[in-house]
C-alpha cells in the first residue's frame, strides 16, 4: 500500500494561486492512477483532478477546468496541483488518492488516501 502526505494547503486571496504537494512513500506512484478530491463542511468528498497512471491523459471536474493543473514527478514520486484564480468557494479540504484503476475519478475507485490539507480562500 501506498502512502500519501499532502502538503501546501494555506489561507489565500480570491484571485490568488497555491500548489499543493502530494509526496508518497512505499510503492512508486507510476504505475497508479492518481487524483486530488476535496471536501467542504457539510457536503460529500468530490472529485477534482486526476492523471493516469501512464501519463497519457489529465482530466479534470468541470469547476476547475482552466484554472487547475495536475502533474506528476514520477523521479521524486510526488504529485501536484497547481490552483490558479482561486475563488472562495474553492475553501475545502483536499485530499491526494491513488487508485489502481486506468482512470478514475469517484471516490470508491481509489484505495489510498492522503491525511489532507486546508485550503481557504477568503473574499
Known amino acids: 500500500q501506498v502512502q500519501l502526505v499532502e502538503s501546501g494547503g494555506a489561507l489565500v486571496q480570491a484571485g490568488g494561486s497555491l500548489r499543493l504537494s502530494c509526496a508518497a512513500s512505499?510503492?512508486?506512484?507510476?504505475?497508479?492512477?492518481m487524483g486530488w478530491f476535496r471536501q467542504s463542511p457539510g457536503k460529500e468528498r468530490e472529485f477534482v483532478a486526476g492523471t493516469a497512471w501512464n501519463r497519457r491523459y489529465t482530466y479534470y471536474a468541470d469547476f476547475v477546468k482552466g484554472r487547475f493543473t495536475i502533474s506528476r514527478d514520477n523521479a521524486k514520486n510526488t504529485v501536484y496541483l497547481q490552483m490558479n484564480s482561486l475563488k472562495p468557494e474553492d475553501t475545502a479540504v483536499y485530499y491526494c488518492a491513488a487508485s489502481v484503476s486506468t482512470y478514475s475519478d469517484s471516490v470508491d475507485r481509489f484505495q489510498s488516501w492522503g491525511q489532507g490539507t486546508q485550503v481557504t480562500v477568503s473574499s
Open positions: 512505499g510503492r512508486t506512484l507510476s504505475s497508479y492512477t
